[in-house]
């Protein structure tokens, strides 16, 4: 049973930083690529960035992309979100997800198959 558990979430102002934290348990952590996705009310779930097995690729949504940095360390079976300049615009739950299979990078949540129970992130202007 593969388990997933943020940390890091809160109420920032824009120009913040906030580092979000998953801790993955219950499979090889380092045989897998890994994800944060985030979901604001009344919108879909979509990508913020992904991360390959040995942390040396990595994808960022353009909305993202110069602020936030993915990271893993596959010793400690974590992957992180580092998130600079937040802006309003980047409220929302944050999840951690694991897919359902090896190989990727994925970017569709549907190929995710284990998410972890979200953190929220709240930026006020």
């Known amino acids: 049973q593969v388990q997933l558990a943020e940390s890091g979430g809160g109420l920032v102002q824009a120009g913040d930083s906030l580092r979000l934290s998953c801790a993955a348990s219950?499979?090889?952590?380092?045989?897998?690529?890994m994800a944060w996705f985030r979901q604001a009310p009344g919108k879909e779930r979509d990508v913020v960035a992904t991360?390959?097995?040995?942390?040396?690729?990595?994808f960022y949504a353009d909305s993202v992309k110069g602020r936030f940095t993915i990271s893993r360390d596959n010793a400690k079976n974590t992957v992180y979100l580092q998130m600079n300049s937040l802006k309003p615009e980047d409220t929302a739950v944050y999840y951690c997800?694991?897919?359902?299979?090896?190989?990727?990078?994925?970017?569709?949540?549907?190929?995710?198959?284990?998410w972890g129970q979200g953190t929220q992130v709240t930026v006020s202007s």
């Open positions: 219950g499979r090889t952590f380092s045989s897998y690529t």
């Open positions: 991360i390959s097995r040995s942390g040396g690729t990595t």
């Open positions: 997800a694991g897919p359902k299979n090896p190989g990727g990078p994925y970017y569709d949540s549907q190929s995710y198959g284990y």
